[in-house]
């Protein structure tokens, strides 16, 4: 079966990914700020007095921006859309989402880390903030009038108090990717292999995919190989019903074929997989990464949750750089590693040995 993939994905009330042929991007906010970040590292902030019609807007680079926002939850069905065509829109668009994990990147590649541990304060302590900056001169150009003031002086100042509210937070939160910054390149540039695996916990990498996945562990295998466990549940994640629109224009509900089901599951783990890879190899200078993906599942009789090896995959850097992502299968895409996988399309994954690096 085939699933249709728009351009812009609802993420809740005030998120939208917006995908289009140039990359994608995040956007957020609500009345009187805006903000977006892109995978080209872009990063636009507009704000604006609602009822006014003037806003302001700056595009600055984010690029040396690594910390980022949680990834949302899809698949909620604890509310019910009103909207069959609207429920139906957005449940396509969840699948879609994470069957083209691999298309994106959580940090941006090419990243000089010298220049980072050596680029100035966004603002000194005391001062105010860029954000805050824009804010105030934007709620002072757009001061009502003496007779609008009268009328619209309380609204006026709670609108401006949320822009001045939001702008602080986003400078606060500016600082402290200036600090956090700093020091991963300290760490990374220290060119030490406990240095890189503290930068990793420093970035919070595993926070990036961690909706998706249970646990991460990350270790050296040599000097330019990392080894990562990463546990993951595919029945706790992948809905076992799809949703699609009768003719009359009536929500149903079906349950997935195995086939089908299976279909999603496999480019599910292994655009995971490619999407850490491309994360890892973007921020530290390693040549490899052995994965080893685990899935947990409990146990029908006694209930009890095991942990079974289902993937592991060999991925070099080298053979990475030439795959063009956005236009494979994932689990396709496993051919160009030395990797070991059972997969069978009515029955899933099964157990398999670690790969010998």
Do not use: C
Not at 200 to 218: P, Q, T
Not at 269 to 281: A, D, K, Q, T
Not at 304 to 325: Q, Y
């Amino acid at each position: 079966m085939g699933f249709n993939f728009r351009k812009r994905i609802r993420l809740g009330k005030l998120f939208n990914l917006n995908i289009g042929k140039s990359g994608a991007s995040i956007s957020f906010g609500g009345k009187g700020f805006r903000q977006s970040i892109s995978t080209r590292g872009n990063a636009r902030t507009t704000f604006s007095i609602p009822g006014t019609g003037l806003s302001y807007s700056k595009t600055v680079s984010a690029k040396k921006l690594l910390k980022k926002g949680a990834n949302r939850s899809v698949f909620d069905t604890s509310k019910a859309s009103a909207d069959p065509e609207a429920e139906v829109s957005e449940y396509e668009n969840d699948i879609a989402l994470i069957t083209t994990l691999h298309h994106f990147e959580d940090y941006p590649s090419g990243i000089d880390w010298n220049e980072v541990k050596n680029e100035d304060a966004p603002f000194a302590i005391g001062e105010t903030g860029p954000n805050t900056e824009e804010a105030l001169s934007l709620i002072d150009k757009n001061k009502p009038g003496l007779f609008k003031r009268i009328i619209a002086k309380s609204a006026f100042k709670e609108e401006s108090e949320k822009i001045l509210e939001e702008a602080r937070k986003m400078d606060d939160e500016l600082y402290k990717a200036w600090e956090n910054n700093k020091q991963i390149a300290d760490r990374i540039l220290t060119n030490d292999r406990e240095s890189y695996l503290e930068a990793l916990e420093d970035i919070k990498i595993s926070e990036e995919l961690g909706y998706y996945i249970r646990s991460m562990d990350f270790s050296y295998t040599d000097d330019d190989s990392l080894n990562v466990e990463l546990s993951l549940s595919i029945d706790d994640f992948i809905p076992v019903e799809y949703k699609t629109l009768t003719p009359t224009g009536r929500l149903s509900v079906k349950k997935y074929t195995k086939t089908d089901y299976y279909e999603i599951a496999n480019q599910f783990v292994s655009g995971l997989v490619l999407r850490l890879s491309r994360n890892l190899f973007n921020l530290l200078p390693i040549e490899d990464v052995l994965v080893n993906v685990w899935e947990s599942e409990e146990n029908k009789y006694s209930h009890v949750e095991e942990k079974r090896r289902i993937l592991s995959i060999l991925v070099d850097r080298e053979a990475f750089e030439k795959i063009r992502m956005e236009e494979v299968n994932p689990f396709d895409a496993l051919e160009y590693f030395r990797h070991e996988v059972r997969f069978v399309r009515t029955r899933g994954f099964n157990e398999v040995g670690e790969l010998s690096k």
